[in-house]
Protein backbone atom coordinates (compact mmCIF):
# COMPACT_ATOMS: atom_id res chain seq x y z
CA UNK A 1 0.00 0.00 0.00
CA UNK A 2 2.54 2.65 0.83
CA UNK A 3 4.59 1.72 -2.73
CA UNK A 4 1.25 1.87 -4.25
CA UNK A 5 0.88 5.65 -2.84
CA UNK A 6 4.55 6.73 -3.31
CA UNK A 7 4.47 5.25 -7.10
CA UNK A 8 1.69 8.21 -7.79
CA UNK A 9 2.64 10.72 -5.09
CA UNK A 10 3.86 13.90 -6.52
CA UNK A 11 7.46 14.00 -6.15
CA UNK A 12 7.85 17.53 -7.96
CA UNK A 13 5.53 18.75 -4.88
CA UNK A 14 7.85 17.02 -2.48
CA UNK A 15 11.22 18.53 -4.31
CA UNK A 16 9.90 22.00 -4.14
CA UNK A 17 8.89 21.99 -0.55
CA UNK A 18 11.60 19.71 1.30
CA UNK A 19 14.38 22.53 -0.60
CA UNK A 20 13.04 24.88 1.33
CA UNK A 21 13.24 22.89 4.70
CA UNK A 22 16.80 23.95 6.47
CA UNK A 23 15.81 22.60 10.13
CA UNK A 24 13.69 19.79 11.51
CA UNK A 25 13.28 18.46 14.53
CA UNK A 26 12.21 14.16 14.29
CA UNK A 27 10.73 12.35 17.65
CA UNK A 28 10.64 15.00 20.40
CA UNK A 29 8.08 12.79 22.02
CA UNK A 30 8.06 9.22 23.00
CA UNK A 31 4.47 8.81 20.92
CA UNK A 32 6.40 10.01 17.11
CA UNK A 33 8.87 7.91 15.49
CA UNK A 34 9.65 7.09 12.21
CA UNK A 35 9.82 3.22 11.12
CA UNK A 36 13.36 2.96 8.39
CA UNK A 37 11.68 0.74 6.01
CA UNK A 38 9.29 4.23 5.23
CA UNK A 39 12.38 6.15 5.14
CA UNK A 40 14.07 3.58 2.77
CA UNK A 41 11.27 3.19 0.55
CA UNK A 42 10.68 7.41 0.45
CA UNK A 43 14.57 7.83 -0.59
CA UNK A 44 13.96 4.46 -3.33
CA UNK A 45 11.20 6.72 -4.83
CA UNK A 46 13.01 10.21 -4.44
CA UNK A 47 16.43 8.96 -5.73
CA UNK A 48 19.60 8.64 -4.55
CA UNK A 49 20.29 12.42 -3.55
CA UNK A 50 19.11 13.47 -0.38
CA UNK A 51 15.71 13.93 0.77
CA UNK A 52 16.41 17.37 2.35
CA UNK A 53 19.20 18.68 -0.32
CA UNK A 54 19.29 22.21 2.16
CA UNK A 55 19.09 20.97 5.56
CA UNK A 56 21.54 22.45 7.76
CA UNK A 57 19.69 21.71 11.07
CA UNK A 58 18.55 18.26 12.77
CA UNK A 59 17.69 17.28 15.87
CA UNK A 60 16.67 13.52 15.83
CA UNK A 61 15.77 11.35 19.01
CA UNK A 62 15.79 7.60 19.07
CA UNK A 63 13.76 5.51 20.90
CA UNK A 64 14.11 2.27 20.36
CA UNK A 65 16.60 -0.48 18.00
CA UNK A 66 14.34 -0.63 15.32
CA UNK A 67 14.67 2.77 14.08
CA UNK A 68 17.85 3.46 14.13
CA UNK A 69 18.57 4.25 10.57
CA UNK A 70 15.88 6.36 10.03
CA UNK A 71 17.88 9.27 10.09
CA UNK A 72 20.31 8.49 6.81
CA UNK A 73 18.42 9.77 4.09
CA UNK A 74 17.71 12.81 5.50
CA UNK A 75 20.92 13.76 5.94
CA UNK A 76 22.27 16.66 3.39
CA UNK A 77 25.41 17.92 1.85
CA UNK A 78 24.89 21.17 3.57
CA UNK A 79 24.30 20.15 7.09
CA UNK A 80 25.99 21.55 9.84
CA UNK A 81 24.40 20.75 13.21
CA UNK A 82 23.21 17.83 14.55
CA UNK A 83 21.54 16.36 17.97
CA UNK A 84 21.26 13.34 18.57
CA UNK A 85 19.56 11.76 21.33
CA UNK A 86 19.41 8.28 22.15
CA UNK A 87 16.81 6.94 24.74
CA UNK A 88 17.17 3.55 27.08
CA UNK A 89 15.57 2.03 24.41
CA UNK A 90 18.79 1.89 22.30
CA UNK A 91 20.91 -0.69 22.70
CA UNK A 92 24.84 -0.27 23.04
CA UNK A 93 25.07 -2.79 19.04
CA UNK A 94 22.45 0.02 17.65
CA UNK A 95 24.49 2.97 18.72
CA UNK A 96 27.49 1.52 17.36
CA UNK A 97 26.06 0.78 14.09
CA UNK A 98 24.71 4.51 13.90
CA UNK A 99 27.80 5.89 14.75
CA UNK A 100 29.45 3.94 11.41
CA UNK A 101 26.92 5.05 9.21
CA UNK A 102 27.45 8.49 10.50
CA UNK A 103 31.16 8.54 10.14
CA UNK A 104 32.05 10.10 6.64
CA UNK A 105 28.48 11.10 5.95
CA UNK A 106 28.34 14.50 7.87
CA UNK A 107 31.72 15.93 7.00
CA UNK A 108 30.06 19.41 7.09
CA UNK A 109 29.34 19.18 10.54
CA UNK A 110 30.34 22.26 12.49
CA UNK A 111 28.34 21.21 15.92
CA UNK A 112 27.63 18.13 17.47
CA UNK A 113 25.47 17.04 20.20
CA UNK A 114 25.06 13.46 21.67
CA UNK A 115 22.58 12.29 24.54
CA UNK A 116 22.66 8.78 25.63
CA UNK A 117 22.48 6.67 29.04
CA UNK A 118 25.38 4.12 28.79
CA UNK A 119 28.88 3.71 29.56
CA UNK A 120 31.76 5.15 27.50
CA UNK A 121 33.59 1.95 26.29
CA UNK A 122 30.90 0.62 24.64
CA UNK A 123 30.84 3.30 21.64
CA UNK A 124 34.34 4.71 22.34
CA UNK A 125 36.25 3.69 19.28
CA UNK A 126 32.90 4.39 16.36
CA UNK A 127 32.47 7.96 18.39
CA UNK A 128 35.82 9.10 17.99
CA UNK A 129 36.07 8.01 14.67
CA UNK A 130 32.97 9.86 13.74
CA UNK A 131 34.57 12.83 15.27
CA UNK A 132 38.10 12.28 13.07
CA UNK A 133 35.94 12.34 10.27
CA UNK A 134 34.53 16.10 11.36
CA UNK A 135 37.61 18.51 10.45
CA UNK A 136 34.83 21.51 9.83
CA UNK A 137 33.71 20.90 13.36
CA UNK A 138 33.64 23.61 15.94
CA UNK A 139 31.07 23.06 18.70
CA UNK A 140 30.99 18.67 20.07
CA UNK A 141 28.93 18.33 23.35
CA UNK A 142 29.14 14.49 24.69
CA UNK A 143 27.95 13.70 27.77
CA UNK A 144 30.89 13.41 30.84
CA UNK A 145 31.45 10.21 31.09
CA UNK A 146 32.19 9.21 27.02
CA UNK A 147 34.93 11.74 27.16
CA UNK A 148 37.63 8.63 27.01
CA UNK A 149 41.24 9.15 26.37
CA UNK A 150 39.97 7.97 22.70
CA UNK A 151 37.55 10.06 22.04
CA UNK A 152 39.18 13.34 23.77
CA UNK A 153 42.78 12.28 21.42
CA UNK A 154 40.45 12.98 18.35
CA UNK A 155 38.63 15.82 19.17
CA UNK A 156 42.30 17.10 20.54
CA UNK A 157 43.26 17.03 17.04
CA UNK A 158 40.33 18.72 15.09
CA UNK A 159 42.02 21.86 14.03
CA UNK A 160 38.64 24.58 14.47
CA UNK A 161 37.33 23.10 17.79
CA UNK A 162 36.46 26.33 19.98
CA UNK A 163 33.94 24.39 22.00
CA UNK A 164 34.12 20.62 23.82
CA UNK A 165 31.79 20.24 26.31
CA UNK A 166 30.31 17.68 28.65
CA UNK A 167 27.30 17.36 30.67
CA UNK A 168 26.15 15.68 33.96
CA UNK A 169 22.55 14.88 33.36
CA UNK A 170 22.35 11.57 34.75
CA UNK A 171 22.10 10.30 38.15
CA UNK A 172 25.47 10.73 39.92
CA UNK A 173 26.77 7.96 40.57
CA UNK A 174 30.28 5.63 41.20
CA UNK A 175 29.78 3.77 38.39
CA UNK A 176 29.18 6.72 35.75
CA UNK A 177 32.44 8.57 36.85
CA UNK A 178 34.28 5.50 36.68
CA UNK A 179 33.54 5.91 33.11
CA UNK A 180 34.18 9.13 32.47
CA UNK A 181 37.24 9.25 31.00
CA UNK A 182 38.60 11.82 34.48
CA UNK A 183 42.26 10.14 33.96
CA UNK A 184 42.67 11.27 29.93
CA UNK A 185 45.67 13.42 29.10
CA UNK A 186 45.83 16.79 26.75
CA UNK A 187 49.35 16.29 24.90
CA UNK A 188 51.14 19.27 23.66
CA UNK A 189 49.43 20.99 21.08
CA UNK A 190 45.85 19.75 21.73
CA UNK A 191 42.91 22.44 20.80
CA UNK A 192 45.10 24.98 19.66
CA UNK A 193 41.56 26.89 19.12
CA UNK A 194 40.02 25.73 21.86
CA UNK A 195 37.36 28.50 24.26
CA UNK A 196 35.59 26.30 26.09
CA UNK A 197 35.76 23.53 28.20
CA UNK A 198 34.22 21.41 30.28
CA UNK A 199 34.90 18.05 31.43
CA UNK A 200 35.04 15.87 35.02
CA UNK A 201 37.77 14.69 36.98
CA UNK A 202 39.26 14.68 40.27
CA UNK A 203 41.62 17.95 41.48
CA UNK A 204 44.60 17.08 41.27
CA UNK A 205 43.71 16.07 37.80
CA UNK A 206 42.13 19.09 36.71
CA UNK A 207 44.98 21.49 37.48
CA UNK A 208 47.45 19.64 35.44
CA UNK A 209 45.65 19.75 32.59
CA UNK A 210 44.38 23.47 33.18
CA UNK A 211 48.15 24.56 33.61
CA UNK A 212 49.15 24.12 30.09
CA UNK A 213 48.83 27.03 28.17
CA UNK A 214 48.86 25.08 24.59
CA UNK A 215 45.33 24.30 25.40
CA UNK A 216 44.64 26.46 27.83
CA UNK A 217 45.87 29.94 26.79
CA UNK A 218 42.43 30.30 25.42
CA UNK A 219 40.20 29.66 27.29
CA UNK A 220 37.15 32.14 27.54
CA UNK A 221 34.67 29.30 29.83
CA UNK A 222 34.92 26.49 31.60
CA UNK A 223 32.83 24.12 33.19
CA UNK A 224 34.09 21.26 35.93
CA UNK A 225 32.77 18.44 37.40
CA UNK A 226 34.53 17.31 40.58
CA UNK A 227 33.05 14.29 42.24
CA UNK A 228 35.48 14.17 45.25
CA UNK A 229 38.63 16.55 47.01
CA UNK A 230 40.89 15.76 50.25
CA UNK A 231 41.04 18.82 51.17
CA UNK A 232 40.45 22.72 50.38
CA UNK A 233 43.71 23.12 48.67
CA UNK A 234 42.88 20.96 45.63
CA UNK A 235 40.34 23.39 44.72
CA UNK A 236 42.57 26.15 45.22
CA UNK A 237 44.95 24.39 42.84
CA UNK A 238 42.52 24.04 39.92
CA UNK A 239 41.96 28.33 40.25
CA UNK A 240 45.64 28.44 40.93
CA UNK A 241 46.26 26.89 37.33
CA UNK A 242 43.15 28.35 35.98
CA UNK A 243 44.85 31.77 37.09
CA UNK A 244 47.81 31.50 35.56
CA UNK A 245 46.81 29.60 32.36
CA UNK A 246 44.01 31.23 31.35
CA UNK A 247 43.71 35.17 31.41
CA UNK A 248 40.99 35.37 29.20
CA UNK A 249 38.53 33.90 31.17
CA UNK A 250 35.02 34.73 31.21
CA UNK A 251 33.05 32.45 32.56
CA UNK A 252 34.02 29.87 35.59
CA UNK A 253 31.64 27.17 36.89
CA UNK A 254 33.19 24.74 39.19
CA UNK A 255 30.86 21.58 40.89
CA UNK A 256 32.59 19.90 43.93
CA UNK A 257 29.64 18.03 45.42
CA UNK A 258 31.31 14.82 46.63
CA UNK A 259 29.65 11.47 45.39
CA UNK A 260 30.24 9.21 48.62
CA UNK A 261 30.52 5.89 46.71
CA UNK A 262 33.20 7.18 44.49
CA UNK A 263 35.41 8.49 46.99
CA UNK A 264 34.00 8.00 51.28
CA UNK A 265 36.84 9.86 52.23
CA UNK A 266 36.26 13.01 50.31
CA UNK A 267 36.33 16.46 52.35
CA UNK A 268 33.41 18.29 53.31
CA UNK A 269 35.52 21.13 55.29
CA UNK A 270 34.30 24.78 53.82
CA UNK A 271 35.95 26.21 51.07
CA UNK A 272 36.37 30.32 51.45
CA UNK A 273 37.33 33.40 49.86
CA UNK A 274 40.94 32.16 49.96
CA UNK A 275 40.18 29.10 47.57
CA UNK A 276 39.15 31.38 45.28
CA UNK A 277 41.50 34.13 45.71
CA UNK A 278 43.77 32.59 42.60
CA UNK A 279 41.38 33.49 39.89
CA UNK A 280 41.46 36.90 41.10
CA UNK A 281 44.05 37.23 38.18
CA UNK A 282 41.28 36.53 35.94
CA UNK A 283 40.01 40.29 35.87
CA UNK A 284 38.01 39.54 32.41
CA UNK A 285 35.40 37.05 34.36
CA UNK A 286 32.20 38.48 34.49
CA UNK A 287 30.29 34.57 35.70
CA UNK A 288 31.44 32.58 38.69
CA UNK A 289 29.54 29.60 40.28
CA UNK A 290 30.57 27.60 42.91
CA UNK A 291 29.09 24.55 43.65
CA UNK A 292 29.97 22.61 47.18
CA UNK A 293 29.71 21.00 50.56
CA UNK A 294 29.45 24.60 52.24
CA UNK A 295 31.79 27.82 51.70
CA UNK A 296 32.82 30.21 54.88
CA UNK A 297 30.45 33.52 54.87
CA UNK A 298 31.83 36.44 53.16
CA UNK A 299 32.79 39.40 55.18
CA UNK A 300 32.30 42.87 53.57
CA UNK A 301 36.58 42.92 52.67
CA UNK A 302 36.10 39.87 50.42
CA UNK A 303 33.11 41.25 48.43
CA UNK A 304 34.93 44.03 47.90
CA UNK A 305 38.44 42.31 46.87
CA UNK A 306 35.92 40.29 44.54
CA UNK A 307 34.03 43.69 43.31
CA UNK A 308 37.99 44.97 42.40
CA UNK A 309 39.21 41.83 40.64
CA UNK A 310 35.78 41.30 38.63
CA UNK A 311 34.36 44.51 37.73
CA UNK A 312 32.66 43.55 35.05
CA UNK A 313 30.46 39.97 36.88
CA UNK A 314 26.61 40.14 36.09
CA UNK A 315 26.13 36.60 37.33
CA UNK A 316 27.66 35.04 40.70
CA UNK A 317 26.60 32.10 43.24
CA UNK A 318 28.37 30.63 45.81
CA UNK A 319 27.39 27.83 47.22
CA UNK A 320 23.77 28.18 47.74
CA UNK A 321 22.91 24.91 48.39
CA UNK A 322 25.50 23.54 50.88
CA UNK A 323 25.11 19.73 51.47
CA UNK A 324 26.68 20.47 55.05
CA UNK A 325 23.67 21.74 57.62
CA UNK A 326 25.53 24.33 58.93
CA UNK A 327 23.92 27.52 60.26
CA UNK A 328 26.58 29.38 59.27
CA UNK A 329 25.34 31.76 56.15
CA UNK A 330 26.11 35.07 55.11
CA UNK A 331 23.69 37.85 56.78
CA UNK A 332 20.79 39.68 54.54
CA UNK A 333 22.76 42.95 55.99
CA UNK A 334 25.29 42.11 53.06
CA UNK A 335 23.11 42.46 50.40
CA UNK A 336 23.46 46.12 49.97
CA UNK A 337 26.88 45.94 49.76
CA UNK A 338 26.73 43.36 46.56
CA UNK A 339 24.35 46.10 45.24
CA UNK A 340 27.06 48.92 45.54
CA UNK A 341 30.43 46.78 44.59
CA UNK A 342 28.35 45.12 41.87
CA UNK A 343 26.28 47.28 39.57
CA UNK A 344 25.77 44.65 36.65
CA UNK A 345 24.59 41.97 38.54
CA UNK A 346 21.73 39.89 37.16
CA UNK A 347 21.80 36.83 39.19
CA UNK A 348 23.24 36.20 42.60
CA UNK A 349 23.21 32.79 44.46
CA UNK A 350 23.70 32.84 48.85
CA UNK A 351 23.43 30.98 51.55
CA UNK A 352 21.83 32.95 54.08
CA UNK A 353 22.24 32.47 57.80
CA UNK A 354 19.66 32.69 60.54
CA UNK A 355 20.33 36.75 61.45
CA UNK A 356 17.44 38.69 60.08
CA UNK A 357 18.17 42.45 60.36
CA UNK A 358 14.97 44.67 61.84
CA UNK A 359 14.00 46.61 58.87
CA UNK A 360 15.12 50.48 59.22
CA UNK A 361 12.15 51.80 57.09
CA UNK A 362 14.42 53.02 54.39
CA UNK A 363 12.76 51.96 51.10
CA UNK A 364 15.46 53.92 48.94
CA UNK A 365 18.13 53.42 49.96
CA UNK A 366 22.12 54.91 48.20
CA UNK A 367 22.44 51.48 46.55
CA UNK A 368 20.23 49.42 44.75
CA UNK A 369 20.14 46.71 42.42
CA UNK A 370 19.31 48.00 39.36
CA UNK A 371 19.52 44.69 36.97
CA UNK A 372 18.98 42.05 39.46
CA UNK A 373 16.61 38.91 37.97
CA UNK A 374 17.07 36.05 39.75
CA UNK A 375 18.02 35.72 43.52
CA UNK A 376 19.32 32.20 44.57
CA UNK A 377 18.49 31.79 47.97
CA UNK A 378 19.27 27.68 48.05
CA UNK A 379 17.99 26.42 51.08
CA UNK A 380 18.19 29.56 53.28
CA UNK A 381 15.73 29.20 56.09
CA UNK A 382 14.02 32.36 57.42
CA UNK A 383 11.65 32.06 60.13
CA UNK A 384 8.33 33.28 58.87
CA UNK A 385 7.88 35.67 61.76
CA UNK A 386 10.94 37.71 59.66
CA UNK A 387 9.14 37.24 56.02
CA UNK A 388 7.87 41.04 56.19
CA UNK A 389 11.50 42.55 56.99
CA UNK A 390 12.88 40.49 53.92
CA UNK A 391 10.12 41.83 52.09
CA UNK A 392 10.61 44.83 52.63
CA UNK A 393 14.49 44.50 52.13
CA UNK A 394 14.12 43.34 48.80
CA UNK A 395 11.79 45.75 47.66
CA UNK A 396 13.77 48.73 49.07
CA UNK A 397 17.26 46.86 47.60
CA UNK A 398 15.75 45.57 43.58
CA UNK A 399 14.50 48.41 41.41
CA UNK A 400 12.34 45.25 39.70
CA UNK A 401 11.30 42.07 41.62
CA UNK A 402 13.57 39.18 40.92
CA UNK A 403 12.81 35.58 40.51
CA UNK A 404 13.57 34.10 43.87
CA UNK A 405 15.05 30.43 42.89
CA UNK A 406 13.83 27.25 44.45
CA UNK A 407 13.92 27.48 48.05
CA UNK A 408 12.00 27.34 51.59
CA UNK A 409 11.34 30.70 51.71
CA UNK A 410 9.07 31.24 48.10
CA UNK A 411 5.90 32.78 50.23
CA UNK A 412 8.12 35.66 50.74
CA UNK A 413 6.14 36.71 46.98
CA UNK A 414 2.95 36.59 48.43
CA UNK A 415 3.85 38.04 51.26
CA UNK A 416 2.12 41.34 51.93
CA UNK A 417 5.39 43.48 51.70
CA UNK A 418 6.07 41.79 48.74
CA UNK A 419 3.23 43.09 47.27
CA UNK A 420 4.39 46.67 47.18
CA UNK A 421 7.09 45.78 44.79
CA UNK A 422 6.02 46.75 41.21
CA UNK A 423 7.42 44.83 38.15
CA UNK A 424 8.35 45.94 35.41
CA UNK A 425 6.19 46.68 32.26
CA UNK A 426 6.64 43.67 29.19
CA UNK A 427 5.64 45.45 26.08
CA UNK A 428 3.59 43.45 23.69
CA UNK A 429 4.31 43.79 20.02
CA UNK A 430 1.38 44.96 17.98
CA UNK A 431 0.19 42.99 15.08
CA UNK A 432 0.96 45.74 11.69
CA UNK A 433 -0.77 45.74 9.20
CA UNK A 434 0.08 43.33 6.22
CA UNK A 435 -2.05 44.04 3.71
CA UNK A 436 -0.66 43.28 0.01
CA UNK A 437 -0.27 46.50 -2.01
CA UNK A 438 2.25 49.19 -2.68
CA UNK A 439 4.47 50.87 -0.36
CA UNK A 440 7.31 48.68 2.07
CA UNK A 441 5.81 45.73 1.96
CA UNK A 442 6.08 45.84 -2.40
CA UNK A 443 9.83 45.62 -0.57
CA UNK A 444 11.20 41.55 -0.52
CA UNK A 445 13.19 42.43 2.17
CA UNK A 446 10.62 44.30 4.20
CA UNK A 447 8.68 41.23 3.70
CA UNK A 448 11.38 38.87 4.66
CA UNK A 449 11.65 40.41 8.00
CA UNK A 450 8.11 40.59 8.73
CA UNK A 451 7.69 36.85 7.90
CA UNK A 452 10.63 35.96 9.89
CA UNK A 453 8.84 36.56 13.03
CA UNK A 454 5.23 35.46 12.37
CA UNK A 455 4.07 32.30 13.51
CA UNK A 456 2.80 29.41 11.03
CA UNK A 457 -0.88 30.03 10.77
CA UNK A 458 -0.16 33.57 9.82
CA UNK A 459 2.60 32.45 7.13
CA UNK A 460 0.03 29.98 6.01
CA UNK A 461 -2.23 32.82 4.96
CA UNK A 462 -0.19 34.80 4.03
CA UNK A 463 1.24 32.30 1.59
CA UNK A 464 -2.50 32.41 0.09
CA UNK A 465 -2.32 36.54 -0.21
CA UNK A 466 -0.36 36.69 -3.79
CA UNK A 467 1.97 35.54 -5.73
CA UNK A 468 4.63 38.10 -4.16
CA UNK A 469 3.78 36.97 -0.88
CA UNK A 470 3.87 32.90 -1.41
CA UNK A 471 7.29 32.18 -2.02
CA UNK A 472 8.69 34.61 0.66
CA UNK A 473 5.99 33.06 3.48
CA UNK A 474 6.24 29.39 2.17
CA UNK A 475 10.20 29.58 2.60
CA UNK A 476 9.61 30.96 5.92
CA UNK A 477 7.15 28.37 6.66
CA UNK A 478 9.27 25.46 5.75
CA UNK A 479 12.45 26.17 6.93
CA UNK A 480 11.98 25.01 10.18
CA UNK A 481 9.46 21.89 11.03
CA UNK A 482 8.96 21.17 14.28
CA UNK A 483 8.35 17.15 12.77
CA UNK A 484 9.22 15.01 9.57
CA UNK A 485 5.71 14.17 9.37
CA UNK A 486 4.27 17.44 7.09
CA UNK A 487 6.37 16.70 4.52
CA UNK A 488 5.76 13.23 4.25
CA UNK A 489 2.28 14.06 4.37
CA UNK A 490 2.75 15.56 0.94
CA UNK A 491 3.17 11.65 -0.50
CA UNK A 492 0.33 10.08 0.92
CA UNK A 493 -1.92 11.71 3.92
CA UNK A 494 -2.09 10.38 7.64
CA UNK A 495 -5.18 8.35 8.33
CA UNK A 496 -6.35 8.70 11.66
CA UNK A 497 -7.00 4.50 13.40
CA UNK A 498 -8.09 4.48 16.86
CA UNK A 499 -5.47 1.70 18.53
CA UNK A 500 -6.08 -0.04 22.05
CA UNK A 501 -3.36 1.74 23.73
CA UNK A 502 -3.05 4.01 26.46
CA UNK A 503 -2.82 7.22 23.50
CA UNK A 504 -4.50 7.49 20.11
CA UNK A 505 -2.24 6.38 17.53
CA UNK A 506 -2.18 8.05 13.71
CA UNK A 507 -1.14 5.44 11.36
CA UNK A 508 -0.36 5.24 7.48
CA UNK A 509 0.96 2.20 5.86
CA UNK A 510 4.06 1.80 7.74
CA UNK A 511 4.72 5.45 8.81
CA UNK A 512 3.08 6.48 12.02
CA UNK A 513 2.54 9.54 14.43
CA UNK A 514 1.26 9.45 17.54
CA UNK A 515 -1.22 12.32 18.72
CA UNK A 516 -4.92 13.64 19.99
CA UNK A 517 -7.64 11.54 17.34
CA UNK A 518 -8.94 14.46 15.64
CA UNK A 519 -12.08 14.02 13.17
CA UNK A 520 -10.87 13.25 9.49
Not at 3 to 26: E, H, P
Not at 113 to 123: V, Y
Not at 205 to 221: C, K, N, T, V
Not at 426 to 453: C, H, M, N, T, Y
Amino acid sequence: NLMSALAKADWGRFRYYSSRIQSVGVGQTVKTDLPPESAALVQMFHGPSSLLPNIKTISWRFIHNQNYMSILPFIGPQLEDLSLEMDEGIDNVAKLLLLQNLSHRVSTLESLRLTSPGFAHHISTPLSTLISSLPNLEHLELPSFFLTQEVVAAAARLPLLVECLSYSKWTKNAESYHESGMCFDFMPGSFPKLETLAFASLPNRMAEILQSPDHAGRLRLVMLDCPAYNSPQEVESVFAALGSGAQQLESVMLMCNPVPQLTPSSSKDSLSIETIRPLFSCTQIEEFHLYAPHFTPLKDEGVLEMARSWPAMWSLSLCPTPLVKRDLGVGFSILPLFAKSFPNLQVLGLFFGKGIPEFDGDLYPAYRFTKLETLELGISRIPKNKTRDIGFLFASLCQHPPSIGDTDIVELLVDESASNMSSAPVPVPGSADQAPGGGPLALEEILRLIFKFAEKAPLSRAARVSRAWSDIALQELWRSLPSIFPLLRLLAPLEWILEATSHHNVSFFGWYESCSLCPH
